[in-house]
């Protein structure tokens, strides 16, 4: 009896802080109904509602301008997100007694229901015309498919570094199946996609197929990395269907959700490192009994996760698909692919170019995860002509890091390249300042000699005169 009595009291306390009926049925490990009954017995007043004050007047007119505030960025209104308010507000609303995130989540809420109706009404007054439609669709629920997968990126910021991670989950279930991170160098970036490369979404593929095996279609959002050759050329190949998610309906893609749970767990979880949070967010969460709308009882996304909707296939099957291809001339028996150089020798029948011709071009394949070999076949037949061992030696092999030196040695060329432009117009525009200085200063000497000498002819002019009339 003092056991339940303690947790109904941590219930209500967790509940008054912000915290969600499903996270706290989650904490204390008691079903939700158990939970919500709890909660809305200690803080139902007379009339049913929650015991929550409202906002200070002198506070919701700080806040009111800022949910409605709109500026706009590559030809798309932004609003400012709800934690960014709080960061902007946060000593105002310490002091109103909102201590945490979630409590002014949950206040929020209700403020916005009370000034415009809803969310929906919020972004009609605050949205450009032209955007309402994006804001006002009905939502409507998703079909949850068996053996369909999705993959989206998020942020998360653990000890000091902001990360960009990368999360796979197959739909019917909502299991996440794997992952990849890496750290922003840049501060404050807010683009989770643009830190990764095909590259590491072939190799997060290679790794999730490899050990839960083919799955139905793989569901994304436009983003390039997302789009590019490489990535549809390997499904292709594979015979996975590729499904494009609808541009700025988030609703459309159910991970959104997943991720959102997920970062509530990475929060009470303690680790050594980045690697290990997401792992352990990852079981903890395969593993806790969810609320689906699809399913009748609360379920684990590891007991119903549908194994029978994915194919086998062989790691090499996986990692020939997700090969990179390039189209390459041989010069001087090597290949040159960005900084790297490959050695290759094409038999005398191949190689006879004479003056009027040009290079032979070959068809190149490489391994993601092995650059030290090229696979060539004839560019015309498709006929296997032989692997070219790498030649050049450079540092770091690695893929990825690879690509990423090359991104960052191309953005320094461009770099240079504007500011040499910069520095010659400058000394262009200084040039012609400097000559039109000379010029000037040779009219004003010109000018100078001519009244001196119009001055000297009057003189004499004068003599003669005086002359003539003694």
């Known amino acids: 009896m003092e056991r339940d009595k303690a947790m109904r009291k941590r219930a209500k306390e967790l509940f008054m802080h912000g915290f969600s009926i499903s996270k ?12 919500k ?3 809305e017995q200690g803080t139902a007043g007379k009339r049913g509602r929650p015991k929550t004050e409202p906002f200070p007047e002198e506070l919701k007119k700080k806040l009111l301008p800022l949910l409605l505030s709109v500026k706009e960025e590559k030809g798309k209104s932004r609003v400012l997100s709800l934690r960014r308010i709080y960061s902007l507000l946060e000593i105002d609303l310490k002091l109103a007694g909102v201590k945490t995130l979630h409590a002014f989540y949950y206040r929020v809420e209700k403020l916005v229901k009370e000034e415009f109706g809803s969310w929906e009404a919020l972004e009609q007054k605050r949205r450009p015309r032209k955007e309402i439609s994006q804001f006002t669709t009905p939502k409507g629920k998703l079909v949850r498919e068996k053996g369909v997968v999705e993959i989206d990126a998020t942020g998360y910021s653990f000890k000091g570094k902001n990360y960009s991670i990368l999360l796979v989950m197959e739909q019917f279930s909502s299991r996440i199946l794997g992952y990849a991170v890496i750290e922003n ?3 404050g970036a807010t683009h989770y996609n643009k830190a990764f490369t ?4 072939a190799r997060l593929l290679i790794d999730t197929f490899s050990h839960y095996g083919l799955p139905v279609a793989v569901k994304t959002d436009n983003e390039k990395i997302l789009t590019a050759e490489l990535i549809k050329e390997g499904l292709k190949t594979l015979r996975v269907e590729i499904k494009r998610a609808k541009p700025y309906k988030p609703n459309q ?14 929060r009470w979880i303690k680790a050594e490192s980045i690697d290990e949070l997401i792992t352990s967010a990852i079981r903890t969460y395969n593993s806790t009994l969810h609320k689906f709308e699809h399913f009748a009882q609360p379920v684990s996304p590891d007991d119903v996760f549908p194994h029978e909707a994915f194919r086998e296939a062989s790691e090499d099957e996986l990692r020939s698909a997700f090969r990179e291809r390039f189209v390459r001339s041989v010069h001087n028996n090597t290949i040159r692919i960005d900084n790297l150089v490959y050695e290759f020798v094409l038999t005398q029948e191949e190689k006879e170019l004479g003056r009027s011709k ?15 070999k090229l696979y060539v076949y004839d560019n015309e037949t498709g006929e296997y002509l032989g692997v070219a061992p790498l030649l ?5 092999l690695e893929p990825t890091e690879h690509r990423r030196a090359k991104q960052e040695e191309k953005r320094r060329k461009e770099r240079v390249k504007k500011l040499k432009e910069e520095v010659r117009k400058y000394e262009e525009a200084s040039v012609s300042k400097e000559e039109e200085d000379i010029l000037q200063l040779l ?5 100078t000699q001519e009244v001196k000498e119009g001055a000297g002819e009057e003189e004499i002019d004068i003599l003669k005169l005086l002359s003539q009339e003694d």
């Open 24 to 35: 706290i049925s989650k904490v204390l490990g008691k079903p939700y109904q158990t939970v």
């Open 185 to 187: 160098k840049e501060a």
């Open 392 to 396: 050049s030696q450079t540092e770091h």
């Open 443 to 447: 009219a004003n000497d010109t000018q």
């Open 358 to 372: 040009k290079s032979a071009k070959v068809l190149c394949y490489r391994d993601i995860q092995d650059l030290t």
């Open 198 to 201: 095909s590259l590491d979404v």
């Open 253 to 266: 893609k159910l991970i959104e959700r997943v991720i959102r749970e997920l970062k509530d767990t990475m």
């Open 37 to 39: 009954r709890w909660v």
